[in-house]
């Protein structure tokens, strides 16, 4: 007697056929990422980038106006929105612009959920930034940011397929149980092969497949942040999990860190402040 199929290879089978519409990382942001590495940026490359995108323009001057961002005046432009934030922010704006495209679904379910993971994916992201700027890791901020925001793209992956899945057979039942253990027991690994697949570095690959991994990479110190950032949200409820029993201070990451309970305490402050920004 064969076993049951589970949600788990109906999604591994529907991956495999090479059905999927695979979310497609925003070619604007991995421009700007490129004028941003180079030693001597241009403002007016990455206005004219951020500008022949109309729907990228908008969401990065929504963002750079939010209460989390915003002086003493409004923005209008895109170039008083880099002049006076500076090009380190505005490559994390257009990151969380051009990614939130991705977190959104007509299937009512689908999209609660994807809602719920874009808050942690920028609470990880704002989360990982904070920790890398603490104390002397070595870890840009910008690798921090890419790394907390991408860590679960494995977790969109599963639900876009789903989604696709539910659109070819209505009469399919998926409850959340269900649903949530596909997504713990697959993310990881998808995530990592649709990092590789979007030719992103092999350590965000790396990040995305061993976030979970019990035997963790020591030396591996960006991993450890996300890590870090990441236990921050489950405590807190930022996205799928929480948590409110988890001892920070007596994790691992906390220990390799050197991170005492008045570091992680501030942390989760911090955290508490990006509300806006995960809305």
């Known amino acids: 007697m064969s076993a049951p199929v589970t949600l788990v290879d109906v999604i591994n089978r529907f991956i495999e056929s090479d059905k999927i519409s695979l979310p497609v990382f925003n070619s604007a942001s991995h421009r700007i990422q490129q ?4 030693e001597d940026p241009s403002i007016q490359v990455i206005e004219k980038i951020i500008t022949s995108d109309q729907a990228l323009s908008v969401e990065v001057l929504k ?20 002049m006076r934030l500076g090009t380190e922010e505005i490559q994390k704006i257009v990151l969380l612009a051009a990614s ?4 959104r679904s007509a299937d ?21 930034v904070w920790l890398s700027k603490r104390y002397s890791y070595g870890v840009e901020q910008s690798q921090a940011f890419f790394g907390g925001l991408l860590h679960d793209v494995g977790k969109l992956l ?4 789903i989604e696709q899945i539910k659109r070819q057979d209505k009469t399919l039942k998926i409850t959340e149980p269900l649903l949530l253990e596909a997504l713990a027991r697959l993310h990881a690994p998808e995530g990592a092969r649709l990092l590789a697949q979007w030719n992103m570095p092999e350590g965000y690959c790396v990040l995305a497949r061993d ?20 236990l921050t949200c489950h405590k807190l409820g930022i996205g799928l999990e929480r948590d409110p029993s988890l001892l920070l201070p007596a994790t691992l990451e906390a220990s390799l860190l050197n991170l005492s ?9 911090a955290l508490e402040d990006t509300a806006i920004l995960r809305n």
């Open 211 to 230: 976030h979970h991994n019990p035997e963790l990479d020591e030396k591996n110190i960006l991993l450890i942040l996300v890590r870090m950032a990441n």
């Open 63 to 82: 963002i750079a106006n939010s209460p989390f961002y915003r002086g003493l005046a409004e923005v209008s432009t895109v170039r008083a929105a880099i």
């Open 158 to 161: 599963v639900l876009v397929v």
């Open 108 to 128: 009512k379910a689908i999209n609660l959920m994807m809602k719920r993971l874009w808050q942690h994916a920028v609470g990880c992201a704002y989360g990982a």
């Open 100 to 103: 939130r495209q991705h977190f």
């Open 35 to 38: 004028e941003l590495a180079k």
């Open 261 to 269: 309970e008045i570091d992680l305490a501030e942390l989760e402050i």
